[in-house]
């Protein structure tokens, strides 16, 4: 467009370009003459002259700086949605340097977070393989796992520094995997309808043993950490050729194998010692079958088969079960064996196997649109995953295992473990995993339906545990009473039937 002052057209390097009026503002800003150089006073403005010799980078009419979404955000969540903290797959590496952020014209705090994204990208571009195209694949948005981000942070430390070490570690226990096992075991003992005579005299509602959940949670912990770290331990070379694995601790060699092995012993032997002692003996018997089926059949099968899946479907089923025999055992009225904790003749112990049942389930419809994904990786790493060795299947399977879930929720409610109104709660999300798994059926992945069955997966576990958790049978009416005050005398009268009984 034609400049708004004519006589200006003979200034060299301001209008070479057709700008808007607000280009041509900034342009003359830079383009006047130096300020005359006064003697310095207070409260003046600056007296140094400025810089206005036409070039061509002022011809260019640099854009204004406008505030990036990263300023405002202290983490990394929208970045990673817009794709500007993804590790490099190997299908861009091969052809494209690394995105590296320029960490110039950036904030300190921002630029040691650039800082370490730019390493973890250029960890990751040190490898080759394949991956998905960003339409297709649920993890192309995704940043690297909770190890491989650990490993990158502990690979800036000295060798020898304890950090570094401690972070290794850690990453061997796959943290992010490590608290959802946890969550899955602690929802059932909190779900679990503990009967009147633990009432205590602190409060007037039944309650389990806070120390025994604390010794749950920690066996647990410890359980999941041993068995993920076996799982490292014996496939460092196919974690090599998979992006989002890649840069794990044992393939950069952040620690060696013999410290590897005695972590994994040391968790194992731990958590189940402590389950056994804390809890009782049948967690502790769950806790290091899983342990065993985690790393013993479910790692070495993913060579073999592609049943492997279900093999880690039970993997992920047996922690609600753990969760839900450790509340049994505290209301034990006979020996407290495992046929009374987890085959209970009043039915009581079916509450943990729908529990069991819908991790188990679960499982499917989040697994197979995030292997489709990364089908490539799979196969050229030899893992034989049903999204590359039968994607036709890998998508009937999605779809069957969720439409699973609304018969196992209205059989908690059956059982007497959630009021009635969780059923109707908890319709609407069952729903939009099977419509996203009817699509993902459809187009076999493509189309963007592996990415919207992957995120409804994950958006469908924790909100369906939430309504649970919110609709426990009846923990509004003991609210009330408490509340109101009514109900006491019903409740020492169950209380005194109860002592009748034992006498």
Known sequence: MPPPIPGL??????FDNSVCWQCTKRALLRAEPPAPNYPARFFTRSTQPRNTTPTTAAAALLPHQRLRTGYFVSNSLLARFNGTNVAPTASTTATTAPDVTDTSTLLPHRRRQAERRNAAALAGAAASGSSASSDDAPTATMAPDASSLLAAAAAQHPADSLRRKLSSLLSLSKPRLTVLVV???MVPYALYPVPAFLSTAATATPSLSPLTLLFLTTGTTLCSAAANA??????PDTDAKMSRTRTRPLVRRLLTTKAAVLFAIGCGAAGTLAL???VNPTVAFLGASNIVIYAGMYTPLKRLSALNTWV???????????????????SATADGTWRELLFASDGSSLGGWLFASLLFAWQFPHFMPLSWGIREEYKAAGLRMLAWTNPARNSRVALRYSLVFVPICLGLCAAGVTEWSFAVTSAPVNLWLI?????FWRHEGHKGSAKGLFWAS?????V???????QKKGMWGRVWRSVMGEGEEEEEDELEEFYDEED
């Open 464 to 470: 369906v545990m939430v309504l649970a958790l919110a």
């Open 9 to 14: 057209r003979l200034r060299s390097g301001v």
């Open 230 to 235: 076996l799982n490292m331990l014996y496939e």
């Open 276 to 278: 056994y002692w804390g």
């Open 458 to 462: 994950v958006w469908h576990l924790p």
């Open 312 to 330: 880690g479907a039970i993997v992920g089923g047996i922690p609600p079960l753990m969760g839900w025999a450790a509340a049994a055992g505290e």
């Open 435 to 439: 419509a996203e798994a009817v699509k």
């Open 183 to 185: 969550l899955s075991a």
